[in-house]
């Protein structure tokens, strides 16, 4: 359950917004502010561990200005097309621009008035555990309905092979972006209103796959965890900057020990954000 943080927090984010709100304010700053206002707004476990931001840029198209705010996702929604296609594709549609034309049309400040504008959202820092949700239902108006797109989406190297979002977000994460697919929700059937879900997950300690297909839980074969008609949410872990176990120490799995830890998010907690800021300046605006 989401909660409000203590009140005095409240002057801690009064006064990170008077320093990033500068014009000359680096957009990393810009980014953390807004970061420090939502967690003013909202702290959970759930924040900790699923909470990532986006950066949506509006483009004036007469004057060439751009407008661009940092916004919190719980989880991402990417695209797929008919046919055959690969995940990365459906990472890279993320950021695709959007027009805005006509009715649609955006009001630029420095203009004064509507103009036509593009949109554009891509992901700037990202969670501890990305939850992808492939869009695989759209609205048929022909059927009159909402159908399953016939989409099958392949792995590139196979479900054991990481994922690295580096490419995908437009700013520096701390550690690496590599992610691993740890649990698939999948969606037998052919459109939104019959169908039957079933999971496929990755013990954390053993590396074994499991399929849970209501009471019923069986072990898999790895080759038999990724379905590319049926994967529908997808959970990726992120992997530790160094996956090797120290020397000296007890072996554990390596599915175990490669997940990158949790840190809880505060506002009077700079150094546990995501973002790559001069944290000695953000301490001294937030004066802790």
Known sequence: ??????????????????????????????????????????????????????????????????SKTFDPFLHLSVPVKAGKGLLSDALQAFATKESLSGDNRWHCDHCGKRVDAT???????????????????????????VLKVP????????????????????????????????????????????????ANCLHCVNGQWYRFDDETVSAIDVSEAWLPDAAYVVFLVKRRPETSPSRGSKEQPDVYRRQASVRPQRVDAPEDWPHMCDLVGIRRQLQL
């Open 151 to 198: 989409a099958e989406v392949l792995l590139s190297e196979g479900v054991e092979s990481s994922v690295d979002f580096q490419m995908y977000t437009v700013s520096r994460q701390r550690g690496q972006a590599l992610y691993d697919i740890v649990g698939i929700i999948n969606h037998h059937g052919p459109d939104a209103d019959a169908g039957h879900y079933t």
């Open 1 to 66: 359950e989401m909660k409000s943080v203590q009140p005095n927090q409240k002057d801690l984010v009064q006064k990170f917004e008077a320093f990033s709100q500068k014009e000359d304010a680096a957009e990393e700053y810009q980014a953390a502010w807004a970061w420090a206002r939502h967690l003013h707004k909202a702290q959970s476990v759930i924040v900790d561990i699923f909470q990532g931001q986006l950066r949506s840029t509006l483009s004036c198209l007469e004057c060439g200005r751009a």
């Open 119 to 145: 949109k554009q959202m891509e992901m700037y820092k990202l969670p501890p555990v990305v939850m992808l949700h492939l869009k695989r239902f759209s609205f048929d108006p022909k059927a009159g309905k």
